[in-house]
């Protein structure tokens, strides 16, 4: 039943991204135009206030970021299809979820998973937007 609904998954996702292929590429040429290191010091600096990360703790937690920063460039930068890409991101996210895990304590890493979630469905509202607007 799992692997069901996980093919389900992958497959609506697939279909979002092709009906909005055209905000998504955007948002991933955002992305392509900006460094590792960058993108991991926006992280670190976003999760420190946001989860009140103590002194340890963002020394860590940038450590992290700047790893999976450096995991992900070859994905940003790849020209994988979409779904492949998904793929790739989902594992790198999944690894580097594990490793915060540790770091965090449980109620910020709760905080970290709405914070992501809202962060998602924010990116996921613009781009329906923009989708609506190009009709």
């Known amino acids: 039943m799992k692997r069901i609904d996980t093919a389900w998954l992958l497959s609506a996702t697939a279909l979002l991204l092709l009906a909005l292929s055209s905000p998504a590429s955007a948002q991933l040429e955002k992305l392509k135009n900006t460094t590792p290191e960058e993108r991991a010091k926006a992280q670190t600096a976003m999760m420190k ?3 009140e990360l103590t002194p340890e703790q963002t020394a860590k937690v940038a450590a992290i970021n ?3 920063a ?3 460039e070859p994905v940003l930068k790849g020209d994988d299809r979409p779904l492949m890409q998904m793929r790739k ?3 790198i996210t ?5 490793e915060l895990k540790q770091v965090l304590s449980p109620e910020q890493f709760d905080k970290y998973l709405a ?3 809202e962060m998602r469905e924010k990116v996921m ?3 329906q937007e923009k989708h609506a607007g190009g009709e």
Do not use: N, R
Request: aromatic share 4%; proline share 0%.
């Open 94 to 98: 999944d690894a580097k979820e594990g």
């Open 49 to 51: 206030t946001k989860l």
């Open 125 to 127: 509202e613009k781009m």
């Open 66 to 68: 700047e790893k999976y």
């Open 89 to 91: 991101v989902k594992q």
């Open 70 to 72: 450096q995991k992900m």
């Open 115 to 117: 914070s992501k979630e």
